[in-house]
């Protein structure tokens, strides 16, 4: 996104040294012209440094450009404030203190200069103009093992125009922050006062004091035991330490922020409410929603009272799940689909971040339990649409029978209505246009921003669903993601431990598989299964050592993630045809794994309600 910005100013200078002192030399030099563009200008006053996207000169007026990979629905800065007007969008601020430190910077720099402030994003109502454009920028790694970017000298003015970039300004927003009116609760500290606090703190290299709350929940320097037996420490244990005098026992027991759905942990943490343990009825307010199964406050209950027992038991529904599995008709198709959005499209006509479904893969379970990997499809192709040639493939396998549709959470429900909308949408002759969106409706259901109503007669069923209402076990520490629930049932079933323990998968006389031969599902360490997903073989096996230096730094695909980033890497970078091969193999594997999780999470709640 930021090399493509560039070239929406054309004839501008890049300092492309990283060293501060040489940056500034640099930029200092090119701000004596009238007028300049400058990408990557560097900028001191006092003790305060940045470096700006894109800095454009003309006489004594500056546009400060700071360039996001982020996507506006429509290039107007009213969208970055609240539907009142009266504060910053708060998904916008961290965005928008970027572009007001910049300005602060700049205009201290240069007092008798004016500032204008700008935010560049990826317009979601623009057009590519051309086939290819993603393809003219490239991931390229050098000698040193620093990644860059290669742009094509075969990029041309119609590559350009229209712009799928929009330049919006935030001057209103800037003065808003730096006035402290950004935010309904005002920050105790002006933000000249944060800035003085923050940049002193850098130079005297101190910490700033902590302040926990629910963010702690998504930290980003948390470990796990094999991290901290590698010698890395956990940023925050000290913050909970220093905060709440905790030690390394308190650690061990589930706090607040473990709490699966809950909204109330800022107001626990604020009141001293810190351990699962201590969380009472009162304190989650408990109600029913008059469905089968837990409503969320349930739910949550559910995750604490089995702390507060000290039961590491699962939980299960038998009756209300029982019945939901009476309604269901065989042959059951269990399918997972891997998808991303590109910010630079691949082909003309598409908008920034248009979805793209490039995998999916297909489990068949029949009445008498016999398990198949039925079908896949993948296409990785550099710069292809897949979305038309995906939902042909699936309609093939699906449309063969009329047995019952799962998924696992709402993704492949909302990726489908995406290619409805798509295919209603695209002004090229699609001949089977009318029956690719007549079988989408049958296996779906609309969504808030479809334009018609519907819900199929095979509509999905979301396992996802039925894991929040009917099943619980501790070992998941309230998350419902499959990747917790696949290890927590497996450790928990006699029978799928039995069953998979044996190489019976893509075995002859086993499980039909499409990618996988003799392969043991089942291995114990410490009494626990291992986590079928870090069974998955890793990349580039077979390669010497010497040679690997020069592929690829991931060993396995082993989340949704991964997958994504495989395929971003296989459209991008300049790769050789074996690690391609490789990828294209993993990307396989990883995605066949996943509807079979699916298939032995149903298995195991088959057994368990008898």
């Not at 007549?438 to 808030?448: D, L, N, W």
């Amino acid at each position: 996104m930021g090399e493509l910005a560039k070239f929406y100013f054309p004839g501008g200078h890049d300092i492309r040294t990283l060293g501060h002192d040489q940056a500034l030399r640099e930029t200092s030099t090119l701000l004596q012209q009238d007028k300049v563009i400058i990408y990557e200008a560097a900028i001191a006053h006092e003790n305060l440094f940045i470096r700006i996207d894109i800095l454009v000169k003309n006489g004594t007026h500056f546009d400060l450009i700071e360039v996001k990979a982020k996507s506006i629905d429509r290039p107007d800065s009213d969208c970055f404030l609240t539907k009142k007007g009266d504060a910053v969008d708060s998904k916008w601020r961290p965005y928008l203190y970027d572009v007001a430190f910049q300005k602060h910077v700049l205009c201290r720099a240069f007092p008798d200069h004016t500032v204008s402030g700008f935010l560049m994003l990826a317009d979601k109502t623009a057009r590519c103009p051309t086939d290819g454009l993603n393809q003219k920028f490239r991931i390229t790694t050098d000698a040193a093992g620093r990644k860059g970017i290669t742009v094509s000298d075969r990029l041309s003015a119609a590559d350009l125009d229209p712009p799928i970039l929009c330049q919006v300004p935030v001057d209103e927003q800037v003065k808003m922050i730096w006035n402290n009116r950004d935010s309904k609760t005002p920050h105790p500290l002006s933000f000249q006062e944060r800035i003085n606090l923050w940049a002193d703190s850098y130079a005297r290299d101190e910490k700033i004091p902590p302040q926990p709350d629910a963010l702690c929940a998504k930290c980003e320097f948390k470990t796990n035991p094999e991290d901290e037996a590698s010698g890395r420490a956990s940023g925050f244990k000290e913050c909970w330490m220093q905060a709440f005098a905790w030690t390394e026992k308190d650690f061990q027991e589930p706090s607040v922020l473990d709490i699966w759905n809950c909204r109330k942990k800022k107001d626990f943490i604020a009141d001293g409410l810190l351990k699962m343990a201590a969380v009472t009825e009162e304190d989650l307010k408990i109600k029913s929603d008059n469905r089968p199964g837990l409503s969320t406050s349930e739910r949550q209950w559910k995750q604490v009272e089995k702390v507060r027992e000290g039961d590491p038991t699962a939980w299960l529904d038998h009756e209300h799940l029982r019945a939901e599995m009476d309604r269901w008709t065989f042959p059951l198709h269990f399918i997972d689909f891997e998808t991303t959005m590109a910010a630079i499209p691949f082909n003309r006509g598409r908008r920034p971040y248009e979805g793209i479904a490039f995998q999916f893969s297909h489990h068949l379970v029949h009445a008498d339990g016999r398990v198949v990997h039925q079908g896949q499809y993948l296409n990785a192709e550099r710069g292809s649409f897949p979305n038309y040639d995906f939902v042909r493939a699936l309609q093939n396998d699906l449309a063969q029978d009329p047995g019952t549709i799962f998924r696992y959470s709402n993704h492949e429900n909302s990726y489908l209505n995406q290619i409805h909308q798509q295919l209603q949408d695209d002004q090229a002759h699609i001949p089977d246009r009318g029956d690719l969106c007549a079988f989408i409706r049958t296996i779906t259901k609309s969504t808030s921003k479809s334009v018609e109503e519907w819900e199929g007669n095979r509509n999905m069923v979301d396992l996802w669903d039925l894991v929040k209402r009917y099943y619980y076990d501790p070992a998941t520490n309230g998350s419902n993601s499959i990747k917790q629930v696949l290890p927590a049932i497996l450790n928990s079933s006699p029978f799928l431990q039995q069953k998979y323990a044996q190489p019976i998968y893509g075995a002859a006389d086993g499980i039909e598989s499409l990618n996988f031969s003799d392969w043991q599902w089942i291995k114990m360490e410490q009494g626990r299964v291992v986590d079928p997903y870090k069974l998955l073989p890793p990349l580039f096996q077979d390669i010497p050592p010497d040679k690997l230096l020069l592929l690829s730094t991931d060993e396995t695909l082993k989340d949704g993630g991964a997958a994504m980033t495989a395929y971003a890497r296989m459209q991008f970078e300049e790769m050789s045809d074996y690690e391609r091969g490789e990828l294209h193999q993993a990307l396989l594997k990883y995605c066949e794994l996943d509807t079979l999780a699916m298939v032995m999470i149903y298995e195991g709640w088959r057994e368990m309600v008898g």
